[in-house]
């Protein structure tokens, strides 16, 4: 990839500036894109267009390129850019601009209309519990076709004018006539002289071929609020694919998809996590203070004494933020008996005299372990809030 001379590709100068990489990527990619050449290597000379394409529009790229000979620089890129792999996964990749971008799907012999509103678009973002929790800015990179910087969206060259269509009277269709076995057929189809507008340019924008708007590297900011769910989506207005020649543009979609956390399970508004308490200490009851989900957070968890295994201590207002509000769920420590650490030899008999004391009827009568509620699932043992008043002791819902 490296070895690849970008500049030799586009066929555009060392130091030539964007407006005429631009240029000159367009017209390479409209003689090569698959739908209209079939050739067989015109695929992979597009692919190769696009490519350089993608590092010499983009400033951050092509001064690593320039300087490093390859676009990730020498410590890769920072977190903050999405990747563009995420985005094609998404579906909306190069392909699909350059589809929409040369008319693709307008054949085919229906009367569907043109459609000249930009479409919407999708992008699917990942953050993190944490970034979900306190709510943060994304800059998300992607490609869409905006309006032709050349022509201001219009589509029309200087001097030029738009006109109603000839061929098919400003109605977008034209009839065909065609002879069948089952003798004449009436077809309507897309005007192939205005491809379905019903309107022609005299003198198109040769930038982006009287479309008014050309494949483009945008970037947004994207302020994903605290509490935010998986699944749920923001709508950036305008964003998506400019209309034809200065139609609405389409909406971008952006889909929050919250990673899973190691240390908290969230469950709604609330967030589970485990909490290893010395079994000496579950005994007596203790309390452990703990990081929380946000970054000021201190939990206080209250363990009472004769704790068991598994047994969940609820702490009000330290789960995930809601959404629009100030309102928090809770966090739910799950507490995890550990063998106590570095006992003495003294600790130990003392502990051992108190057990003999207690005597072999009572060890005898204690439950048994249950080996299968380690590392269970959360899921499904969340217990409702049985105390709700202030001041009352957590944790004894088992
Ligand atoms: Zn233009
Ligand atoms: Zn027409």
Do not use: W
């Amino acid at each position: 990839m490296a070895s690849k001379d970008y500049y030799e590709i586009l066929g555009v100068e060392r130091d030539a500036d964007a407006k005429t990489i631009k240029r000159a990527f367009l017209k390479k990619a409209r003689v090569l894109h698959p739908d209209v050449n079939k050739e067989p290597d015109a695929e992979a000379k597009f692919k190769e267009v696009n490519e350089a394409y993608s590092v010499l529009s983009d400033e951050r790229k092509r001064a690593n390129y320039d300087r490093y000979g390859t676009a990730e620089g020498p410590g890769g890129f920072g977190s903050d850019y999405v990747d563009m792999s995420d985005i094609f996964g998404g579906g909306f990749g190069i392909n699909d601009i350059f589809d929409s971008f040369f008319g693709g799907g307008q054949g085919g012999g229906t009367s569907r209309a043109a459609r000249t509103r930009g479409r919407d678009m999708g992008i699917t973002l990942r953050v993190t519990l944490e970034e979900a929790a306190a709510g943060c800015t994304k800059t998300i990179a992607y490609d869409r076709l905006a309006p032709c910087d050349d022509c201001g969206g219009t589509g029309v060259a200087e001097g030029g004018h738009v006109k109603t269509c000839d061929r098919c009277h400003g109605t977008g269709r034209v009839v065909e006539v065609q002879r069948t076995i089952f003798g004449q057929m009436q077809t309507q189809t897309t005007c192939p002289a205005c491809h379905g507008s019903g309107k022609v340019v005299d003198k198109p924008c040769e930038t982006c071929e009287g479309q008014g708007r050309t494949p483009s590297r945008e970037t947004v900011d994207v302020k994903i609020p605290a509490g935010m769910h998986s699944g749920q989506s923001l709508t950036v207005k305008g964003k998506g694919e400019a209309g034809v020649r200065g139609d609405a543009s389409g909406d971008l979609v952006v889909r929050v998809e919250v990673a899973e956390s190691e240390t908290f399970q969230r469950q709604g508004d609330d967030l589970f996590c485990r909490v290893a308490v010395d079994s000496l200490q579950a005994i007596v009851g203790t309390t452990v203070r703990m990081r929380g989900i946000l970054p000021d957070d201190e939990v206080v968890v209250e363990v009472p004494a004769g704790c068991s295994y598994g047994q969940q201590v609820r702490v009000e207002r330290m789960g995930m933020p809601r959404v629009g509000t100030t309102a928090r769920g809770s966090l739910i420590a799950v507490i995890q008996v550990v063998p106590p650490k570095g006992l003495t030899a003294e600790q130990l008999d003392d502990i051992r005299k108190i057990v003999d004391a207690r005597g072999e009827k009572d060890a005898a009568g204690e439950p048994k372990a249950k080996p299968a509620q380690d590392g269970a699932d959360f899921a499904g043992t969340r217990k409702k809030p049985k105390f709700k008043g202030r001041g009352r002791r957590n944790g004894r819902s088992k």
